[in-house]
Structures are given as C-alpha cells and as structure tokens.
C-alpha cells in the first residue's frame, strides 16, 4: 500500500513565471538532499530537482521554460529526525503570490487574490490533501455544483481519506501496521498524461488527463466513482496474483463500501456501478474462470463476500495482510488470493463462501478444501441458486436487504421463509461398507440440523429448510482416508430436486505436503510458476501473466524443457518478453525427469519459495539444470542430507498448519493429521530404510491421528 507518502509536499506559496529562477539553500546534518518540484497543469512541462546540503549555504537554482507552481517534497521518514531541516528560498520579487484556501478561510478574500493578480493556479489545500487548480477552472470553482463552498469541497474529500483509512483499519491511535501517516495526497490536472487512461494515480500525484479538472476534482459529491477510484489506488493491497488479478478492482471495493456509508438504504438506486454489478448470468452459465471476468465483475465477486460478512471483514483482512507483508504469518499466508479469502471468511467470520467460489469457477485447489472440510461455518450461497420460485424471490430479496438476486445468505438468513424440502443422500458403493455406523450431519455452522447413522446406501433426510448445508461425517480412523469429491447440500424449494452423491477417493500419498515451487518475475512482477509435486506425480507449468518483459520484445525471455529418462524432450514452453500465449500445462512425472530452465535474468528475477530451494538456483548462469523424482526437485548432485533436511522443513510445515486450527488440531482424526502421518512415512521410507524414526513420531504426535491401540 502506498497511501500517497510521495504526495506530500509544502507549497513555497508563488508562482513563477516561465525561465525565472528559483535559488534554494537546503541546511541539515541528517537530510542529504531534498526535491523542488515545479508543477503545472502537465507531466511534460513541469520540472522536479535535487537541493543538496553538500555545500552550506551554497544555493541551488531551479527554472523551467513554462509557467509553474513551486513546491518542497516532505520525505517520509520511520522515525523523527535529530536536527533541524531549513530549506531557505529566494525568488523574484515581482513574482505573484499562490491563492491558497483553507478551511475556515474567506472565500472572497481567497478569490479577490486570484482575480486581481489573474493568477495562472491556486491552491486548496487539507490536512488530507492538496489540489492545484489551474486558472481555466476558477469560474467552476468559484460556482462548484449545488451552491457548495470550498470549504465543503474540503470536507468532502476529507471524509474520503477519512472512510477509506477507517475501512483499511488505519489510524491515528493504532500501532504497528495499524498506525496512519499523517501526509497529503496531491490531486491536479495533467494534460499530458496518457489517453487511454480519464485519470491516474502515481507515486507523486494523482491527476485527471485533461488541462481542466472541473468535471473531476470538482465533482464534489458520492458518486464521483472517478475521484474515489484514484484515490482508492494509494489505500488499495497489492495482492494480484493468477487466481485473480485486483489491481484495477480492489480499490473498487473501497469505492463500493464508502458509497454503502454515504448513501445507506439508498445505496441500490444511487450507487454508481449497482447495474453494472449483476453475476446472475456469469455464474448460472459459467463460460469463465472468475480470474478472466471483467473488472467491475470481479468487483461484485469480492463485494459479494465481503458485503455478507460485514464491513469490518474487509477492515479485518487488510489489517491480516498488512501483518503478513511485515512478516506476521496467520493461518491462510502464502495461498493465492482467492483460496486466502476462503479460509479468512470461514475462520474469523464463520461464512463459507466456497460453493459460491465453486459457481463463479475460482480456482481453489483440492487439498485447500481438505482442511476447509472441517472448519464448520455457515454457507453463503445466492439468493436465486437456492429459491427458484420467481413470484416470491423478490419479496425475500428485498426482506433481506440484498442489492441482487444473486446475494449471499445463510440457511438462518431464510428461516422467515418457512419453505423446506427433503433431501437424498446417496453413498458411493465403494465407500459404504467403510462409512456403515458413522453419523452423518447436515451442518449449518456448528449447529446440526438432521443428523443419520449410515445404514444403507440412501439417507432420506425430511423436511430441511432451505439453504445451503456442509454434509459432515464425523470422522474416524477408518473413515479419515476419505477425500470427499463433494461435501454441500444445496437444499432448494419445491421447483428443484435435492439430491447428493456422496463419493470420495482414498488419500495413499501425503497430498497436504507444500510442493517445491519456482516463481518466474518479470519487469512488474511474477508471470509463471513451475511445481513439482512427486506424491501427485506430477510437475506443472503455469504461465500466467502475459508480456512479462516488454524490454526483450521478439526475444527469448524464458523457457522450460522437461526430458524423460530417454532423454526425450517430453515438454517444452518458450517465452519471449512480449508472448501473450498463456496457460497451464501439466505434465505426468513417470519416472525420474530432467528440466531445463532458462531465464535471461536468473540473477534477480528467478525465486524459489523455499529458502532452502533457492540455494540451488545458480545465479551465474541463465539456463539451471535441475532433476524431479520422488524426493522433489534438486540438482544431480545434491546431496542426500540436504534433501533429508528438506523434507523434514516440509513434514514441520504441514505441522504448523495443522497446529495453526483448532479446527484441526483439536481432531483426533482429520485429513491433514493423516496426510502427516503419511508423510512421516514416506520419510522413513526415503532416508530411514523404512525403519520407524520413534523421535519424528514423538515430535509430531499431536499432529498425527492418535496410535491403534493393540
């Protein structure tokens, strides 16, 4: 997050006249330098420059050919400085002097400045905010829509860097990661700034793309979507990744949840993206992945979830990852964006969002849902995919406050309904001699709302209220090898049959163990990934992100070369900085392989995940040779010790998940605990002659299914 620290910034409080200087004398013994910027209504004519305090007293002069505002870049600093900073200037002294407004002041005072010295700019400025106004939208300022005041154009972007820093958990009073900064953005006018693009936000300001900023900055009102999108970006998380890319999304959120306060009840019919926001389709007749949606789909994705589990889900999560970025892992840390968002709903809101992840096609992977299997939390799935009936849908819709048919709710949010309808279990054949005598429960959150010893091979389960409901069967040590292929109830009205087969596929391998992963970062950051999983027996080539380095255009930027034990090249995938030819490939690992990677900047731009991995990167050389057989991936010579340590870090990781939640850790019996067990096994098949390594055992036995008792 970037929150505009570089915006900050002190008028000098005149405005100079093109090709006249500017002599500034910088006078500290801990700043090195500070940065003059000469600033306009555009990127091409304005002028930014070094004052060094090398030389005491000694002036340095600034001038550029174009009429400019001068302003002082404040740095941001960790902590407060020892000494003194004295930054001394000296200008023309005919030159005219800046209009500045700020709260409180006389606005006709403010306007008799500008008019009488027919100023090329003014300036107003907040606590939150400066904005250079150029002098072709003085009139606009002067009459700014609905007869407001400058002051209330303050105070209303006030209260936007105000929201957003409450909906991101920031303040004044918080600690850590939680504290805010005291520092201004800087909004402005650039008519040099790409056409592409109405508006930007940068690293020094934000500006609208146009030499007016009237019917922009000047919009003084909610549904200004533009000005909170931009302003947005400085507040926003930089978490894209391949499951779902939020760059241009996730300060849309923001925007969303700040109108949500603003206009309340009458956030449906003033909202300025609502109709844009409908999934209905997206999800009933799913073509796409919801990582290639477009980008107000991808926000009603997000809002969707976070609009059921509470505003402060969202002010949770960001104040989560912050802490993960500055090296406090939580439970869901280093999953994918949308696999994170699943276990953050489920454990600290007690909302299972994964059925409605499963209709809008996330790419959440299985063994994710082996531990999501046993955090029982309510399920929030759309209002329209669970009542079909269309004369009553839109009583219920408005009854429970949804903006869409599509809105998530709960099994208790439809009680009031009194609809109910049976629903038919049907338990795979090769699975129900090992289930006979368990129970099964149909759960909705901790609360059991029909509950059946397994008898035969259908469950008729009468009279359930609509909803969506986990399918749990309380686990054993005969039953925990069980990978369920699916674990909902979709319970719906009287239109739609209910029914489930419950089929599962036996666990034989230690699933759960984190693969041997190298990322592939290009010039803005990660394109692809190869993992090698040897219990999937498997090695997978995901490139993900396309143009990864538009520098080597029409050149060879990466590639992968995987060869069998014939020597045959059984895969191979070239990509040049402009290819666009995305994918995943998978391919089967028979036998021990050989993979070639190549990338043209392995010296800083090839990262293993593992630190223990990464050692075997060379970075001498483009082009690594590595091997994959059952122990993962490493070099030919890599020693046995080396691997055996490897594989232990890796048995530790899956320990701490497990010790991580309660939800597992307080199970005798689950999959993970298995999958561990699994794992301890195949250690000491690797490297202890299959011979049983009692101290391992005694290490993990809290994390592993409790011993059969002889």
């Not at 007016?212 to 894209?240: K, M, R, Y």
């Not at 020597?567 to 040049?576: D, G, L, P, Q, R």
Request: net charge negative; with cysteine.
């Amino acid at each position: 997050m970037t929150k505009g620290v570089g915006h900050h910034r002190t008028p000098v409080g005149i405005i100079l006249v093109a090709n006249q200087k500017l002599s500034c004398v910088l006078e500290s013994k801990s700043l090195e330098v500070v940065e003059v910027r000469l600033l306009n209504d555009g990127e091409k004519t304005e002028g930014v420059f070094e004052i060094r305090s090398s030389n005491p007293g000694r002036a340095g002069t600034v001038s550029i050919g174009y009429v400019s505002v001068p302003f002082v870049d404040c740095e941001y600093l960790e902590k407060a400085p020892d000494d003194t900073r004295t930054v001394s200037i000296s200008y023309p002294t005919d030159s005219k002097i800046l209009p500045i407004y700020r709260f409180g002041d006389n606005e006709s005072d403010f306007f008799k400045l500008w008019d009488t010295q027919d100023a090329e700019f003014a300036y107003v400025e907040s606590d939150y905010f400066g904005l250079l106004i150029p002098k072709v939208d003085k009139e606009a300022t002067r009459k700014l829509i609905d007869g407001q005041s400058l002051d209330d154009l303050i105070v209303f972007y006030d209260k936007i860097f105000t929201t957003y820093s409450e909906l991101i958990g920031l303040s004044f009073e918080g600690s850590g990661t939680d504290q805010n900064v005291r520092n201004r953005f800087f909004l402005k006018a650039d008519q040099n700034g790409s056409k592409n693009a109405m508006a930007y936000y940068g690293t020094k300001y934000s500006a609208v793309v146009s030499a007016s900023i009237e019917e922009f900055w000047l919009d003084v009102g909610p549904t200004n979507w533009g000005a909170l999108h931009e302003i947005g970006h400085g507040h926003q998380l930089h978490i894209s990744d391949e499951t779902l890319a939020v760059s241009e999304v996730w300060n849309n959120v923001l925007c969303f949840f700040y109108q949500a306060i603003m206009f309340g009840k009458k956030l449906g019919k003033k909202g300025s993206k609502i109709r844009d926001m409908e999934i209905d389709d997206l999800i009933t007749y799913p073509l796409k992945e919801v990582k290639d949606w477009g980008l107000i789909e991808r926000l009603s994705f997000l809002v969707h979830m976070f609009r059921k589990a509470g505003q402060k889900s969202l002010t949770r999560f960001h104040q989560l990852t912050r802490k993960e970025f500055d090296g406090t892992p939580f439970y869901a840390s280093g999953l994918p964006l949308v696999e994170k968002l699943m276990h953050f709903f489920a454990i600290d809101f007690s909302i299972d969002v994964y059925p409605f992840m499963k209709l809008a096609k996330a790419l959440i992977r299985k063994e994710q849902l082996y531990e999501h299997y046993y955090v029982l939390s309510s399920v929030a799935h759309p209002l329209d995919h669970i009542l079909f009936d269309r004369q009553v849908l839109p009583d219920v819709q408005e009854k429970l406050g949804l903006l869409f048919t599509t809105g998530l709710v709960t099994p208790s949010d439809l009680s009031s309904t009194d609809i109910k309808n049976d629903f038919i279990i049907n338990i795979e054949d090769k699975i129900l001699k090992d289930l006979s005598g368990d129970t099964l429960k149909l759960m909705d959150g901790t609360n059991v709302v029909a509950e059946r010893k397994i008898r035969n091979k259908t469950l008729i389960l009468k009279d359930i209220p609509i909803g969506v409901y986990k399918v749990f069967v309380e686990p054993t040590r005969s039953n925990v090898k069980f990978l369920y292929d699916d674990f909902y109830a979709i319970v719906h009205d009287k239109s739609k049959s209910n029914e489930l087969l419950l089929s599962a596929k036996v666990m034989k391998e230690p699933l759960l163990l984190p693969p041997d992963k190298i990322n592939f970062i290009g010039w803005r950051s990660d394109f692809a990934y190869l993992s090698v999983e040897p219990f999937r027996h498997l090695v997978k080539f995901h490139f993900y992100e396309d143009e990864p380095h538009t520098r080597f255009s029409g050149e060879k930027y990466s590639e992968v070369t995987i060869k069998n034990q014939k020597n045959e090249v059984i895969f191979n995938k070239s990509i040049n900085g402009d290819s666009i030819d995305v994918g995943t490939y998978v391919i089967p690992m028979e036998g021990e392989l050989q993979i070639e990677i190549f990338h043209a900047e392995t010296d800083s731009r090839l990262k293993a995940e593992d630190p223990m991995l990464q050692e075997l990167i060379d970075r001498d050389n483009k082009t690594n040779y590595f091997i994959a057989n059952e122990r993962g991936l490493q070099k030919k010579e890599t020693k046995k010790e080396f691997l055996e340590k490897r594989f232990l870090k890796k048995i530790d990781i899956a320990a701490s998940v497990i010790k991580g939640k309660i939800s597992l850790y307080d199970r005798p019996f689950c999959i993970p605990k298995y999958s561990l067990l699994l794992a301890v096994e195949a250690f000491e098949r690797f490297f202890r002659n299959k011979s049983v390594d009692k101290s391992l055992r005694d290490k993990y036995k809290d994390c592993l299914p409790p011993p059969e008792k002889i």
